[in-house]
């Protein structure tokens, strides 16, 4: 495998949204690249297709996507691919990623981001998926982890385990969002840290970083807001494991002004330099560019109350489980 699946680091970026449009095309901010939303753009003409050639006459573009359902129960939706892969066309996009989720099933889509359960069957039949998606697409395709609010009894690996075997398994790329090891730590009590160190950081094509909303016995992936000082620190630990990696700043709910935005980017980018500068200077004495793993981080929830549910448990660490 080539690092990275061959995918060049393009620096930083943040996601495009429409209430960014005028200022993005009117003043052309210095931002690396900027991600979209496949979906919102898989039509055959009209405003937005005009509004995404402006943002691809100045800058690289990636697309993130929504809907695959990749865990889903029915087979992959093949109209959604030929789709997609028409806008991969049209964007160039050095990569295309989407979600380890479920999103729907008997026909019902049901807008969220669902966890899967961390089972060997689900590895054998996301990686076999995957594999097929990314053949199909004729581009590097990555996975994102997700922040989640429950688990499930019938788990036998951890989510990074779950994780990295399935890129591994299908030779696809891991999209790692950050701020997602860091939301699902605090909702079911693992250790971020023993996460971050255990996947293959070779396969990481881009992370993602986002503000999220803390509501004590639980973090919601709100995407609002400025990026949580732990999350940073993870994320510094991100780049000193792997190196420099794409990275993009998402911002979904109560968006601000773009300079607010960019601010966040720049503040991503001075983070990011360090890290490289770290890891330069571990190699230049001898050294291994990998730190090895010394910061521990389980977050502690307030508020912890055990949910009798059948065959999960929301909101707290698994040692409050009662099913
Ligand atoms: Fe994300």
Not at 209 to 220: C, D, E, K
Not at 237 to 264: H, N, R, Y
Not at 282 to 306: F, H
Request: glycine share 8%; proline share 7%; net charge negative.
């Amino acid at each position: 495998m080539t690092a990275r699946l061959g995918c060049e680091d393009l620096g930083i970026g943040v996601g495009l949204r429409v209430p960014h449009y005028g200022y993005v095309f009117e003043n052309r901010p210095p931002i690396d690249f900027f991600e979209v939303i496949s979906e919102n753009f898989m039509i055959s003409g009209g405003k937005p297709l005009d509004n995404l050639g402006r943002a691809l006459d100045h800058y690289p573009v990636v697309q993130h996507g929504v809907s695959l359902n990749i865990g889903g129960p029915e087979p992959i939706d093949r109209e959604y691919l030929t789709r997609l892969k028409q806008l991969v066309r049209r964007t160039n996009t050095p990569w295309v990623s989407d979600h380890f989720c479920w999103c729907g099933a008997g026909g019902a889509h049901l807008h969220d981001l669902l966890p899967l359960p961390y089972t060997e069957a689900a590895i054998a039949r996301v990686a076999e998926r995957a594999k097929m998606i990314q053949d199909f697409l004729e581009v590097p395709f990555a996975l994102e982890n997700t922040s989640s609010y429950l688990t499930y009894n019938a788990s036998q690996v951890s989510e990074w385990q779950f994780v990295s075997e399935v890129v591994e398994r299908a030779d696809v790329g891991l999209m790692f969002d950050v701020n997602n090891v860091f939301v699902s730590a605090y909702n079911h009590g693992f250790d971020a840290y023993e996460f971050i160190h255990g996947i293959p950081h070779e396969r990481i094509v881009q992370i993602h970083l986002a503000g999220h909303t803390n509501v004590g016995t639980h973090i919601i992936d709100t995407h609002s807001g400025s990026v949580a000082d732990p999350v940073w620190d993870l994320y510094r630990e991100t780049i000193e494991l792997a190196g420099p990696v794409s990275t993009l700043v998402e911002w979904d709910d109560e968006i601000p002004d773009f300079p607010v935005l960019l601010a966040e980017a720049e503040r991503a980018r001075t983070v990011r330099d360090r890290a490289i500068a770290a890891r330069d200077e571990r190699v230049a004495q001898g050294g291994s560019p990998a730190p090895t793993r010394t910061k521990s981080l389980v977050p502690e929830p307030t508020g912890v109350t055990a949910s009798d549910g059948a065959g999960w448990v929301q909101g707290g660490p698994r040692e409050h489980a009662t099913v």
